[in-house]
């Protein structure tokens, strides 16, 4: 009910109007009415919007009950074991439009941003405590019942949150050369000299590079595998196998250090050749095909760490 002010008399309002000649008080004012609008609604927070997959799965949703079911990828007598195991969580509307969600996870219920794509939970979520940080870890709800965890990079500076891949690369230039390496690193590429690996593009669930040398460029290309894949399960296995048979490792298969796919266009090979020929007069760093690999997936590896 709206409230009701009094009505003062206009002789009223013109004895309040006067200046008293004696007094010297200054003119009064009526009391301000306030107005029956709606406040303002609050400002929308900065959502990002190009995001990466870190884990894929699927959900079912029951009242404020919340089920995601992920894969499980391991090593079983020589041969890769798939399988799926599901979590029991739970999903919650506030009042001011964000969402409580327990992911089943173990991490306890965390408060995130909700943007709907249809009716509820199907939509994206950005968890709240990080919107004013430079990465936005979330996850997204769709059709038909589609899990995925998701993180949003700075993509504008990205080479400067991989801090795994810039730690491998100082690592390799180290151990191969005893003067300075040259080693810089900005926001869309890293640079050993006048070697240079570019970030050149995304997409949910890969990245593109290019890698520079002696005016000559190639691309390589890494796309993540997912153990909510069976497929993608026995590919990580294979290049395990690879690896061991190589002599490259000598641990046992663990899925999250095989879930990525990297390859290179041809071309790469006679760069790597040409800079390696001048690195080795100048008394420089080399780089193999197989360390810059390992640097593409130490940045894999930064990105997916939350697993």
Same mark, same amino acid.
């Given at each position: ?46 959502? &990002?919007? %190009?995001? #990466?997959?870190?884990?894929? @799965?699927?959900?079912?949703? +029951?009242?404020? =009950?919340? *089920?995601? /079911? ?83 990079? &700075?993509? %504008?500076? #990205?080479?400067?949150?991989? @801090?795994?891949?810039?730690? +491998?690369?100082? =690592?390799? *230039?180290? /151990? ?100 390696? =020929? ?30």
């Amino acid at each position: 009910m709206k409230k009701l002010w009094p009505l003062i008399p206009a002789v009223a309002l013109a004895l309040v109007g006067c200046n008293s000649s004696s007094s010297g008080s200054s003119t009064a004012t009526a009391p301000e009415i306030p107005s029956d609008d709606p406040p303002p609604p609050a400002p929308q927070k900065k959502l &990002p919007t %190009d995001y #990466i997959v870190v884990e894929m @799965g699927s959900f079912e949703y +029951t009242g404020s =009950g919340l *089920t995601i /079911t992920k894969g499980v990828c391991k090593d079983k007598a020589n041969k890769y074991d798939w399988s799926t195991v599901p979590q029991s969580g739970s999903i919650a509307k506030n009042d001011d439009g964000s969402v409580n969600v327990d992911l089943g996870d173990g991490n306890g219920t965390h408060k995130y941003e909700y943007k709907s794509e249809g009716s509820f939970p199907k939509g994206d979520y950005f968890l709240s405590s990080m919107l004013d940080s430079a990465s936005v870890w979330g996850f997204s709800l769709a059709e038909p019942k589609d899990y995925s965890a998701v993180i949003y990079p &700075p993509k %504008d500076c #990205i080479f400067k949150y991989f @801090g795994e891949m810039v730690e +491998t690369f100082g =690592g390799i *230039t180290e /151990t191969d050369v005893s003067d300075n390496a040259q080693l810089k690193v900005g926001c869309s590429e890293i640079s050993l000299g006048d070697f240079v690996m570019t970030y050149v593009s995304n997409t949910e669930t890969s990245i593109d590079y290019k890698i520079s040398f002696g005016g000559k460029s190639c691309k390589m290309h890494q796309d993540f595998l997912y153990a909510y894949s069976e497929k993608d399960c026995e590919l990580a296995f294979s290049n395990y196998q690879q690896e061991y048979e190589a002599g490259e490792t000598t641990d046992f298969f663990d899925f999250d250090k095989h879930d990525q796919d990297i390859t290179a266009e041809e071309a790469c090979v006679g760069l790597l050749a040409d800079y390696n =020929g001048a690195a080795v007069l100048a008394k420089k760093a080399t780089v193999s095909e197989k360390q810059i690999k390992k640097i593409l997936k130490a940045a894999g590896a930064s990105l997916r760490k939350q697993k």
